[in-house]
């Protein structure tokens, strides 16, 4: 006798008690998976670096691939350290030094709002009493130190164990169709949020050059600081660029005397980041994530609220992670289909496969 299948009723509540858990579950064990997680993305960044320097480079040693992989990333980490680490105290030194012309445009917008003038920087600093909060800072920095040390202890560990995968797939698949499948799968996760980083990446300098000519020809303090920040926000999706772009204008507010630096800025900003944002990286894209964009700002939204910032660079590819581990299942599979943009997370190839095998094992005589 056939058992019924659950009603939908008490399947969905299932799946929403599951979705809370693990959101909490997230969110609690966010010191430790944070590192993990930040870990693994760093090691997929290198994998790929690594089989490009094979592939693309002739005659170049299979075996040196991934150490001067592996080499080049810290190489480029440690420059990107050093480079912050020296233009962020000329930039604060900046901001001081325009302190009474910011008491000036903050008078100047008051008036034009006819709101009574707030008090000057200084003051509201004074008030504010920086003392209190130093030590919350310096924790604040403590706390990024030990995550970056433990990113960096998981990311040896996790290269020094990717040897034994392959070992560990056999072993833990003995079909092989289910291993071919889950090698299919794990392709699919690698491949799409190696191709999204590589759009990501191509797409974050083409904006951040274009703001680094606009704000050099307008003669911006330190456009290419400011550039550099611009860069590092595209890889937040959707908000990331908008918001890197909106800040040189501020800024520019605050340098020049005259008003329309800013607006200028602002509006070659504003246009490298909507042609860019929506005529480039779409053609660049193509069909390579397959995401909804509303699932898109979804998943940024809640990956900030569980991880914070961190949370907030990872979103895109953890929800591409996601969709493909739950359309791997019959049971997710529906949901799978919500999340991605055209109703085929799979692609349609691999849906008519998985069909296929399925009518197969299906007409298959049982023994």
């Known amino acids: 006798m056939a058992v019924a299948a659950p009603a939908v009723t008490s399947r969905t509540s299932l799946i929403i008690i599951a979705a809370v858990a693990v959101g909490f579950t997230l969110y609690f064990l966010r010191g430790i998976l944070t590192p993990l997680a930040l870990a693994l993305f760093l090691a997929v960044m290198i994998d790929g670096f690594a089989r490009l320097l094979k592939d693309r480079i002739p005659g170049f040693p299979a075996r040196a ?19 912050v680490a020296a233009n962020a105290a000329g930039f604060v030194n900046q901001l ?26 200084r003051e509201l600093i004074g008030r504010f009493n920086p003392a209190r909060y130093i030590g919350a800072v310096a924790g604040g920095f403590q706390n990024f130190a030990s995550d970056a040390v433990f990113v960096l ?16 797939a056999r072993k833990l698949f003995r079909d092989d169709a289910e291993r071919q499948e889950a090698g299919k799968t794990f392709d699919r996760i690698r491949s799409g949020v190696e191709r999204y980083l ?11 050059v274009g703001s680094w000519v606009a704000m050099a020809a307008v003669g911006l303090d330190s456009a290419l600081f400011w550039a550099f920040l611009i860069f590092l926000a595209s890889y937040i999706p959707i908000v990331g660029g908008v918001i890197g772009v909106a800040l040189p204008p501020v800024f520019a507010l605050v340098q020049f005397e005259t008003w329309w630096q800013a607006f200028l800025l602002l509006g070659i900003l504003q246009g490298v980041q909507f042609v860019v944002g929506n005529v480039i990286q779409p053609r660049m894209q193509g069909d390579s994530l397959n995401m909804d964009p509303v699932v898109v700002l979804l998943a940024l939204a809640f990956w900030s609220l569980v991880w914070g910032l961190p949370g907030a ?41 998985r069909m296929s095998r399925r009518k197969k094992s299906a007409t298959k005589p049982s023994s």
């Open 313 to 353: 660079f990872l979103s895109t590819p953890l929800a591409v992670m996601t969709m493909v581990i739950l359309a791997q299942f019959e049971g997710g599979r529906r949901i799978a289909i919500l999340l991605s943009a055209d109703g085929d997370p799979l692609g349609a190839d691999e849906t008519q496969a």
């Open 198 to 208: 590589w759009i990501q990446t191509v797409t974050g300098l083409m904006i951040a």
């Open 96 to 121: 001081i030094h325009y302190g009474p012309r910011i008491d000036g445009r903050i008078a100047q917008g008051a008036d034009f709002l006819g709101v009574a003038a707030p008090p000057p920087v």
């Open 65 to 83: 691939a991934m150490p001067a992989a592996v080499v080049f990333s810290v190489l480029l980490l440690g420059l990107t350290l050093w480079f």
């Open 153 to 168: 202890i998981y990311l040896g560990f996790i290269i020094a164990s990717r040897r034994g995968f392959s070992q560990k």
